[in-house]
């Protein structure tokens, strides 16, 4: 099972690019990365998805090292309203083998400052 | 627009009772998911399902039991709640295929006494 750990909190002024970094050293082969989320009294909210190198979309890059073990959201240009928790999430497709495997970080409190 | 729905977002009841919280998505997704999501945890798996009355056991299934008898319904149930089942619970749902974007409602805090 694919354990992750992430950064507990951040600080970021507005404007600033931020990285949020999640480590999974027992990530599968099977597996991906998908980042989301979380506004208070919200159910999360998916920003981005990889299996490897870089991904990028309206919001943010994903960037995913050659051997897997971690992966680095970044957020360009952070607002007020990227105030938010983020989750990594590492898992795969269903296999059939029995229980099925998805592992959450615990979340990194973004705080931006005005 | 994509939407998940829980039946409520607040529920308190006493310890020993039987607990149901309902999830129904719009968006004919194959599977669905149960998670709790407790401070300094983040969010763990209960259940999970992928067709209708198939289900597999996620991190912590111990407690709980689910039911999935139409594709866009998914139950949870705990047979006889305990205080230490106090928590927030999430839905969420998603489609086959390589994306795995899972799509959540806005969960059900879930107080026992």
């Known amino acids: 099972l694919a354990k992750t750990t992430q950064p507990i909190s951040m600080d970021s002024y507005e404007g600033q690019e931020v990285n949020i970094t999640c480590s999974h050293n027992n990530i599968a082969t099977n597996d991906y990365i998908t980042w989301y989320q979380q506004f208070p009294s919200q159910g999360p909210r998916f920003i981005i998805q990889?299996?490897?190198t870089k991904v990028t979309n309206e919001v943010a890059s994903l960037f995913i090292p050659a051997d897997r073990k971690s992966s680095t959201l970044s957020l360009p240009r952070v607002s007020l309203s990227d105030t938010a928790v983020y989750y990594c999430?590492?898992?795969?497709?269903?296999?059939?083998?029995?229980?099925?495997?998805?592992?959450f970080g615990k979340g990194t409190k973004l705080s931006v400052i005005p | 627009d994509v939407k998940v729905t829980q039946s409520s977002r607040y529920l308190v009841k006493r310890t020993g009772e039987k607990v149901f919280l309902e999830c129904v998505q719009d968006m004919d997704h194959e599977n669905m998911f149960w998670y709790r999501q407790d401070p300094g945890l983040g969010l763990r798996l209960i259940y999970f399902?992928?067709?209708?009355?198939?289900?597999e056991k996620g991190d912590i299934p111990e407690g709980y039991s689910v039911s999935r008898e139409k594709k866009e319904r998914f139950s949870l149930i705990l047979e006889s709640a305990s205080t230490n089942q106090t928590s927030m619970y999430l839905c969420?749902?998603?489609?086959?295929?390589?994306?795995?974007?899972?799509?959540f409602g806005p969960g059900t805090r879930l107080t026992v006494t």
């Open positions: 990889g299996y490897k």
């Open positions: 999430l590492v898992g795969g497709a269903y296999s059939g083998a029995g229980s099925y495997q998805l592992t």
């Open positions: 969420a749902s998603s489609q086959d295929g390589d994306s795995y974007e899972q799509y």
């Open positions: 399902s992928y067709d209708v009355k198939m289900k």
